[in-house]
């Protein structure tokens, strides 16, 4: 097994395990609204907008 398989592996494992917590599932089991669906998407633009800056300057 190469690197990319073990890491594939590795990574649908975690991925796995994820689906099955109790926030995966309420979160793909209830009704998102439209605007806190487009709040979430802001806050995460502008958390990984920043995020390299604030990681370099810490």
Do not use: C
């Not at 979160?27 to 802001?42: A, F, G, I, T």
């Amino acid at each position: 097994m190469n690197f990319i398989q073990s890491l594939q592996q590795v990574v649908d494992a975690e991925w796995a395990s994820i689906k099955q917590g109790v926030f995966w599932q309420t979160v793909m089991n209830e009704p998102v609204s439209k605007p806190l669906y487009r709040d979430l998407m802001l806050q995460i633009y502008h958390y990984s907008r920043h995020n390299s800056m604030n990681q370099a300057v810490a």
